[in-house]
T-cell receptor, first 111, second 113 residues
Framework: QQNVQQSPESLIVPEGARTSLNCTFS?????YFWWYRQHSGKAPKALM?????GEKEEGRFTIHLNKASLHFSLHIRDSQPSDSALYLC???????????FGDGTVLTVKP | GGIITQTPKFLIGQEGQKLTLKCQQN?????MYWYRQDSGKGLRLIYY???????QKGDLSEGYDASREKKSSFSLTVTSAQKNEMAVFLC????????????FGPGTRLTVL
């Protein structure tokens, strides 16, 4: 059974800082990797995904994936107060519809 | 664009009561999901349905039943609500069950007295 762990549990950073969120997974056959963001009281919304080893950048957000290390991460450049939210990583194998989520990192960006 | 509607928004029940949560989507997506989110935590999959008439158990299916009445709707039943069971139940849908992004509804917040 897939085990997905996130670190840190919570993080407070000043506006403009670079933020790094981490996710480790246990199933080496995992193929698809997602970051979802959930603002307080709102529905989770997909932020970014990556399907092969390496790096993917979209605006201020970058995902790194290292399948051999069973690790992927989300980096936020120039963090903004509007980035304050619960960040959830999620992992999926190819032959099942199951997406397994971590418990999340609560990010607070102080103005 | 599309939208996922969940009813009711808040649900209060008694211990042992059978409670039903409903979800409708107009994305015309094939796959629908039910997740449970405990306060400030991640999402745990209860049931999912790849297509109409399909039903698959997730990691947290015990104590729940689900029904995919038609392509656009997916219901979840708490078979016997447990006291102090407080969580948000989130419905989601996606085009397929492989690599597609999941779109989430706003949730139903359950309180059991």
């Amino acid at each position: 059974q897939q085990n997905v762990q996130q670190s840190p549990e919570s993080l407070i950073v000043p506006e403009g800082a670079r933020t790094s969120l981490n996710c480790t997974f246990s199933d080496s056959a995992s193929q698809y990797f997602w970051w979802y963001r959930q603002h307080s009281g709102k529905a989770p919304k997909a932020l970014m995904s990556i399907f092969s080893n390496g790096e993917k950048e979209e605006g201020r957000f970058t995902i790194h994936l290292n399948k051999a290390s069973l690790h992927f991460s989300l980096h936020i450049r120039d963090s903004q107060p509007s980035d304050s939210a619960l960040y959830l990583c999620a992992v999926k194998r190819t032959n099942t519809g199951k997406l397994t989520f971590g418990d999340g990192t609560v990010l607070t960006v102080k103005p | 664009g599309g939208i996922i509607t969940q009813t009711p928004k808040f649900l209060i029940g008694q211990e042992g009561q059978k409670l039903t949560l409903k979800c409708q989507q107009n994305f015309n997506h094939d796959t629908m999901y039910w997740y449970r989110q405990d306060s400030g935590k991640g999402l745990r999959l209860i049931y999912y349905s790849i297509t109409e008439n399909d039903l698959q158990k997730g990691d947290l299916s015990e104590g729940y039943d689900a029904s995919r009445e038609k392509k656009s709707s997916f219901s979840l039943t708490v078979t016997s609500a447990q006291k102090n069971e407080m969580a948000v139940f989130l419905c989601a849908s996606s085009i397929g069950d492989r690599v597609a992004e999941q779109y989430f509804g706003p949730g139903t917040r359950l309180t059991v007295l």
